[in-house]
């Protein structure tokens, strides 16, 4: 277990996997190091993003990808949680590590995820979501942040 997770293992406790169920998961990178701070590596994850989706495991509600790790909405489809993440994670890192010409881990182990109760607004949590560079001081206008998506836009 890393030092920087310590509770990694307590975030899979209670972990369920239910189709067509509103998931938002956040997974850092590897030491929070800020591999994702430039366009291409963190165009990476999103073209995995897009082929879960195009593959009929998630449909994709809301995201963004900050410097050091990602926020993701989703509808979870014809796959497990675990499957989904472990997916995105290991295809991203091989692609970010060979853009980069780097080796090594890219994302930190475990994530953490939340399954949305039905009643809970999820327009409004992908709003929280994509406001996320605003509230860490990276753009005063979320127009000029290009890592984040919505489907409602």
Same mark, same amino acid.
């Given at each position: 277990?890393?030092?920087?997770?310590?509770?990694?293992?307590?975030?899979?406790?209670?972990?369920?996997?239910?189709?067509?169920?509103?998931?938002?998961?956040?997974?850092?990178?590897?030491?929070?190091?800020?591999?994702?701070?430039?366009?291409?590596?963190?165009?990476?994850?999103?073209?995995?993003?897009?082929?879960?989706?195009?593959?009929?495991?998630?449909?994709?509600?809301?995201?963004?990808?900050?410097?050091?790790?990602?926020?993701?909405?989703?509808?979870?489809?014809?796959?497990?949680?675990?499957?989904?993440?472990?997916?995105?994670?290991?295809?991203? $890192? +091989?692609? *970010?590590? %060979?853009?980069?010409? @780097?080796? &090594?881990? #890219?994302?930190?182990? =475990?994530?953490?995820?939340?399954?949305?109760?039905?009643?809970?607004?999820?327009?409004?949590? $992908? +709003?929280? *979501?994509? %406001?996320?560079?605003? @509230?860490? &001081?990276? #753009?005063?206008?979320? =127009?000029?942040?290009?890592?984040?998506?919505?489907?409602?836009?």
């Amino acid at each position: 277990m890393e030092k920087n997770q310590p509770h990694s293992h307590a975030l899979r406790r209670g972990r369920v996997s239910l189709p067509r169920q509103a998931y938002l998961i956040t997974t850092c990178t590897h030491q929070r190091l800020p591999l994702l701070n430039s366009w291409s590596p963190a165009r990476c994850v999103v073209r995995e993003m897009q082929s879960l989706e195009n593959d009929g495991w998630v449909s994709s509600l809301s995201y963004v990808i900050m410097p050091d790790h990602l926020h993701w909405l989703f509808m979870l489809d014809q796959a497990q949680l675990d499957a989904v993440v472990k997916r995105l994670k290991g295809r991203s $890192a +091989r692609a *970010i590590n %060979a853009y980069l010409n @780097r080796r &090594g881990s #890219v994302w930190q182990q =475990g994530y953490h995820d939340r399954a949305l109760r039905r009643e809970e607004d999820v327009r409004s949590i $992908a +709003r929280y *979501i994509v %406001a996320n560079p605003l @509230r860490a &001081g990276l #753009v005063n206008d979320i =127009g000029k942040y290009p890592l984040w998506d919505a489907m409602w836009l």
